[in-house]
């Protein structure tokens, strides 16, 4: 069982008792919290530890906790002796929602974010979203920025409940977190089942992602959480794809106004312009040098334009909140 110390001290000892008590014999690892652990280095101390253990072929790894623990577990699981089972019990709104499904394994490179990995698909994905309890707000928020990601890609009815429930998918009320994470599980699952190697269909994750990338990679990855910069990211993105003619003026607001009823106190205003778009160029989604966007249509329906023109989305990143 592979998790980090954040979730370890909160809630670690009823799982572990349930997994005793169910028969299994599990080796505990905890490491600690961040995206900085997400690396080759963390991953083999994981591997000696299992092979000091007599780790086999039959044993599994249980991923509990983030994205940043399902990632590097899932990397630890897909390569470990060519690949033993990988279980996911995510416990952040991202995880839930979107790094625990799906199959994608990786840990970053000096050189950038998830270059080293592999696709594995989990055995299953056990989710309670109760463990979201005792997510910092700023993680809830991050959360959300997939969140209103999947609705603008894929579903209509789902934005118009967020933007009757916002509110309360912030307070993490039971029933509106259980809708809208069930939704978009759903989503995610559909979108990797069609597409699971990112060929085609997949891309339509990568709405606000393009200009979230960069705002991430501009700000050092210390800035931004990912979910705040995807949030930025859709509103950038709206916004060129309202400068392109593919939506009108009416359906750019309405998405800026869903993403305005989240608090989000990161700005990136005093990011230079000419680092994010070093940046973007950079990001491996691209189709040769040409930077690759996803855009909107309309709630539900997207496009994938490669070569906007350089100032269409120069005027468009700096998008105020
Ligand atoms: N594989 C994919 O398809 C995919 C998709 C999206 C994101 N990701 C990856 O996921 C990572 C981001 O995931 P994340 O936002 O979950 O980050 P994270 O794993 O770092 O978790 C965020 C913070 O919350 C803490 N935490 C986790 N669960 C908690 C809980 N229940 N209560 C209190 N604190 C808790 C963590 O210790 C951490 O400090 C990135 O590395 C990203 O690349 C992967
Ligand atoms: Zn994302």
Redesign the pocket.
């Known amino acids: 069982l592979i998790t980090?110390s954040?979730?370890a001290g909160?809630?670690l000892k009823p799982i572990l008792s349930a997994l005793s008590s169910a028969g299994f014999e599990v080796l505990p690892i905890i490491i600690p919290?961040?995206?900085r652990q997400?690396n080759l280095r963390r991953a083999n101390a994981i591997f000696t530890q299992m092979i000091d253990r007599g780790i086999g072929r039959t044993s599994s790894v249980l991923a509990f906790?983030?994205?940043?623990?399902?990632?590097l577990a899932?990397f630890v699981a897909a390569t470990f002796m060519r690949g033993i089972p990988i279980v996911q019990i995510p416990?952040?709104i991202?995880?839930q929602v979107?790094?625990a499904i799906?199959g994608?394994?990786?840990v970053n490179h000096p050189l950038g974010?998830?270059l080293i990995g592999a696709f594995h698909q989990p055995a299953f994905v056990w989710t309670d979203i109760a463990?979201?309890k005792?997510?910092?707000k700023r993680?809830i928020v991050?959360g959300i920025g997939e969140i209103i990601k999947y609705a603008v890609i894929a579903d209509e009815d789902l934005f118009a409940y967020l933007e009757q429930h916002m509110p309360d998918l912030l307070a993490l009320d039971d029933e509106v977190v259980f809708h809208v994470l069930e939704r978009c599980s759903e989503i995610k699952a559909s979108v990797v089942a069609q597409d699971e190697r990112e060929h085609d269909v997949r891309i339509i994750l990568n709405f606000g992602h393009t200009v979230g990338h960069a705002l991430e990679a501009a700000g050092k990855y210390r800035l931004l959480?990912?979910?705040e910069a995807v949030l930025l990211g859709m509103m950038a993105e709206s916004m060129i794809a309202r400068r392109l003619g593919l939506i009108d003026a009416d359906l750019q607001e309405r998405i800026f106004s869903l993403i305005r009823q989240v608090p989000m106190r990161a700005s990136v205003d005093a990011l230079p312009l000419e680092e994010i778009l070093r940046a973007m160029g950079r990001d491996k989604k691209n189709a040769g040098s040409l930077v690759r966007f996803v855009l909107p249509k309309r709630i539900g329906e997207m496009q994938i334009v490669d070569g906007v023109h350089g100032k269409i989305v120069k005027e468009s990143v700096h998008v105020g909140r």
């Open positions: 980090d954040n979730v909160r809630h919290p961040g995206e997400k906790g983030g994205g940043v623990v399902g990632d899932g416990t952040t991202i995880a979107d790094s799906g994608k394994t990786a974010k998830n463990y979201l005792t997510l910092a993680e991050s959480r990912h979910g």
